[in-house]
């Protein structure tokens, strides 16, 4: 590689990264992709002259999977920065933990309690959540209404506050 | 009248059944717990059940499209789902059986069934997928990965219906106790060790069966402590999903499931 492709490569995903930031998750919009934790690299393409995109989904059976993956490829084409190559990493497994600061704020602010970092231990069989704040009021008196929701990845909750239902991610 | 979609056969060798049989537990299962959309006995419970069946279906797809690639014949996850007769299916027999049609209100079979099947068969590929995570044969490392976090969710669900329906009404804790009466006897498939098992330990690609036994006891022991049941006597009978002869309910299951696609081959929307 000589010394003026670097520069123009770094210039190139970073260009791409900033894109990425915009193109919203299809079924939480207030998030971007980025914020997600579900991008886990963009390269060079070498041999196709654009970018390489690595996902990683959220949940086995999401839905979304695809639809990332198409909506990524198009927002990178409408930036001129195609050719895209979109791959798929299943290890590590995705978790709760990626979502960056900014999306747990995006979250709150949308009405969806955030999940709770996680660290490296392991889960017992059964965990109860209690105590979510509530994404509105900031309540900690809230109970689960529904261990499912709207979404593979989120469940139902109730402030006993403000008396408004929310729904929140799930850590995992 | 339109051509239907002829049959494919696998090359079933060890390292394939040993991936089908997992996939296709995943599969039915779902199946099973799909036919409770729009009849669940509660709002939240019928979403529950579809978003279980939803995160088996993801991870049957992922087994499915890895059992192809070392099958080696160039077939795709839809064809081994919707293209294979019932002996080609490696599934344990529980997750086939159907619930007990208890009575006109409940369309879906008895909620107990289900219940207690899926906490049986959560704990069971918990056990697996924990195991599996360090899997030699990296694809399945990372679908284990994955699928873990999911079966720890639909094991603490499953588990707490389970303490719900036994530590609950008189007539709750009655049907599950006659649930868990008709499961039990098809459990010991579960932890069966032949060839298959064996050769996968020996490669380090996942656990035999038969290493799951003491934990699943423990963990559904302490359960059923809860719930006020206690853990049946063991029987003899063993099921033989997994070496593809099956229930009388298993053609019925894929009759429904693999009609669209034998009808309309490689139908797409």
Redesign the interface.
Known sequence: MNATALPARDAMLERAWAVLDTVPDPEVPALSLRDLGVVREVQADTAGGGVEVVLT?T?????ATEVIAESVRAALEDEGLGPVKVTH???????TDWISEAGRRKLREYGIAPPAHLGSGT?P????PRGIACPRCGSADTER??????T?CKA?HRCLACREPFEHF?P? | MAATADSIRLNLTPPVRYVLRLADTALIHAQRLGEWCGHGPVLEEDIALTNMALDLVGQARALLTHAARLEGEGFDEDQLAFLRDEAQFLNLTLAELPARRSSAHAPGGDFADTVLRNFLLATWFKLVWTRMAASSDTELAGIAGKAVKEARYHQQHAGDWVVRLGDGTAESARRLAAALERAWPYTNEMFQRDEVDAQAEANRMGPARDSLAADWQREVAAVFVEAGLTLPAATPFVSTGTLGRHSEHMGFILAEMQSLQRAHPGGRW
């Open positions: 989904p949940y086995s059976g999401c839905p990493r299943l290890a590590p497994a995705w978790t889960q069989i059964r965990l109860r209404l529904s261990a499912f929701g709207s593979a139902l799930k995992i």
